[in-house]
T-cell receptor, first 115, second 112 residues
Framework: QKEVEQNSGPLSVPEGAIASLNCTYS??????FFWYRQYSGKSPELIMF??SNGDKEDGRFTAQLNKASQYVSLLIRDSQPSDSATYLC????WGGGTSYGKLTFGQGTILTVHP | EAGVTQFPSHSVIEKGQTVTLRCDPISGHDNLYWYRRVMGKEIKFLLHFVKESKQDESGMPNNRFLAERTGGTYSTLKVQPAELEDSGVYFC??????????FGPGTRLTVL
């Protein structure tokens, strides 16, 4: 079982729709959860992070965390063609003898927003 | 403020050769991480420096990989001798006090 699992996609949505990206993780000790966006050939760029159960909104993006279900999601409202990229889910387990701040990534979901 | 930079952007070498990758973190960031993405796989952690000290090198594949961070500034990752399975994109990231890691553009390594 992979530590962080994502549907690789591709996920295709029309412009203006809501894109929903999902991620599950296996380590119950995970404490911080991140969504990175990566355009082809570019570096991962942090979109959002979330620590607590519930929703966190930032502009068109909403991250949702359910620690009981070990599930993290990212909603993108009013999707734009410029949102087309690979979305990476990553988790951190702070301390506990592991490297401080080591990110464990999922494989990423390719999102395509078509006009 | 300059971001994380990596050099070279691409490297093509033959099996058995040596390659050295360089990462310059954001100035003042004590934490420096190396990650690698092999084609078709997820980005995986290689190692973590705090200043010049190796905090965790549990992700290093084998002893053909050597990372250094002289003076706690830039870092190098040397692969010697390179094997075919070392091909991939090597990312460097740096972090200051918060949780956000800032990634460099990566070095694409191709071993023929």
């Amino acid at each position: 079982q992979k530590e962080v699992e994502q549907n690789s996609g591709p996920l295709s949505v029309p412009e203006g729709a809501i894109a929903s990206l999902n991620c599950t993780y296996s380590d119950r000790g995970s404490q911080s959860f991140f969504w990175y966006r990566q355009y082809s050939g570019k570096s991962p760029e942090l979109i959002m992070f979330i620590y607590s159960n519930g929703d966190k909104e930032d502009g068109r993006f909403t991250a949702q965390l359910n620690k009981a279900s070990q599930y993290v999601s990212l909603l993108i409202r009013d999707s734009q063609p410029s949102d087309s990229a690979t979305y990476l889910c990553a988790v951190i387990r702070w301390g506990g003898g592991t490297s401080y701040g080591k990110l464990t990534f999922g494989q990423g979901t390719i999102l395509t927003v078509h006009p | 403020e300059a971001g994380v930079t990596q050099f070279p952007s691409h490297s093509v070498i033959e099996k058995g050769q040596t390659v050295t990758l360089r990462c310059d973190p954001i100035s003042g960031h004590d934490n420096l991480y190396w990650y690698r993405r092999v084609m078709g796989k997820e980005i995986k952690f290689l190692l973590h420096f705090v200043k010049e000290s190796k905090q965790d090198e549990s992700g290093m594949p084998n002893n053909r990989f050597l990372a250094e961070r002289t003076g706690g500034t830039y870092s190098t990752l040397k692969v010697q001798p390179a094997e075919l399975e070392d091909s991939g994109v090597y990312f460097c990231a740096s972090r200051h006090g918060g949780s956000e890691q800032f990634f460099g553009p990566g070095t694409r390594l191709t071993v023929l």
